[in-house]
């Protein structure tokens, strides 16, 4: 049937009606572009003032989870005719261009002038949500769909789980609406933001159940081990204990 995702099992099932060809959507391609001087190869030792490239290693491994085909996985460093030539060269190959960082308004921050100089479009330009507030999307001049993430590691986690993997799976004839889980404890409300709060999820015998797994800091991906996913919590909600929100799992 039309929207099916091939498993295994589908492929099976395929094989044993006779069916030798089948009709498919072309996997999105996909770019990645990091930035930031700041940034090194996973390989080298960082400096204090250094990190490692634990965004793009991200991004890759959940762009693959998606679906969809990795053909870009460029670095730009804080130069900004450097970042136009890799961000004009991947929305002329990809069909979707992610990029990690330099989005804010400083003055080392070369991706907004860089979208301005090639021509995209901008959509979205923040979200009032904690964490990833920065996060945008983008229309290059020939369709290419580009999303601005932040560089905060959390930032990027969040809101590739949240926004990306959806587009992408979308792209393919994948289309899930999010599950509603239970959260186990009250939780706070925040008056201006949509906060998304990293949860482990257990099946129990009243249903899905969630426990909050808060995080140190936004730059605690260690400490995103102990969950399995994150649940939205709309501005000016005070959850109480038993109620049910919206579900995203790690991308």
């Known amino acids: 049937a039309a929207r099916t995702f091939l498993s295994s099992r589908a492929l099976a099932v395929a094989a044993s009606c006779g069916a030798t060809e089948l009709s498919v959507a072309r996997r999105p391609q996909v770019g990645i572009l990091a930035t930031g001087d700041e940034v090194i190869p996973v390989e080298n030792t960082p400096e204090p003032w250094q990190i490692r490239r634990s965004n793009a290693t991200y991004l890759a491994a959940a762009i693959n989870n998606a679906g969809a085909h990795i053909f870009r996985n460029d670095h730009a460093p804080d130069d900004l005719e450097i970042?136009?030539?890799?961000l004009r060269?991947?929305?002329?190959?990809?069909?979707?261009?992610?990029?990690?960082?330099?989005?804010?308004?400083?003055?080392?921050?070369?991706?907004?002038?860089a979208l301005e100089a090639i021509g995209a479009e901008m959509l979205v330009?923040?979200?009032?949500?904690?964490?990833?507030?920065?996060?945008?999307?983008?229309?290059?001049?020939?369709?290419?769909m580009i999303f601005t993430l932040p560089g905060n590691p959390m930032s990027v986690a969040v809101?590739?789980?949240?926004?990306?993997?959806?587009?992408?799976?979308?792209?393919?004839?994948?289309?899930a609406s999010p599950e509603r889980v239970t959260l186990v404890v009250p939780w706070p409300e925040h008056?201006?933001?949509t906060c998304f709060l990293p949860v482990e999820l257990r099946a129990k015998s009243g249903g899905l159940q969630a426990t909050p797994r808060p995080l140190r800091n936004s730059g605690d991906l260690a400490g995103?081990?102990?969950?399995?996913?994150?649940?939205?919590?709309?501005?000016?909600?005070?959850v109480a204990e038993g109620d049910r929100l919206c579900y995203y799992p790690w991308l």
Do not use: H, N
């Open 83 to 86: 970042t136009i030539r890799l």
């Open 125 to 144: 330009r923040g979200v009032a949500q904690r964490p990833g507030k920065p996060f945008g999307i983008w229309r290059a001049p020939g369709g290419a």
């Open 191 to 193: 008056p201006r933001l």
């Open 159 to 175: 809101t590739c789980s949240r926004y990306l993997g959806g587009f992408l799976r979308k792209g393919q004839g994948i289309e």
């Open 224 to 238: 995103a081990m102990a969950s399995t996913g994150l649940v939205e919590i709309p501005p000016q909600t005070s």
């Open 89 to 113: 060269a991947q929305v002329t190959t990809c069909d979707v261009v992610v990029t990690a960082g330099g989005i804010a308004l400083g003055e080392r921050d070369f991706l907004p002038p």
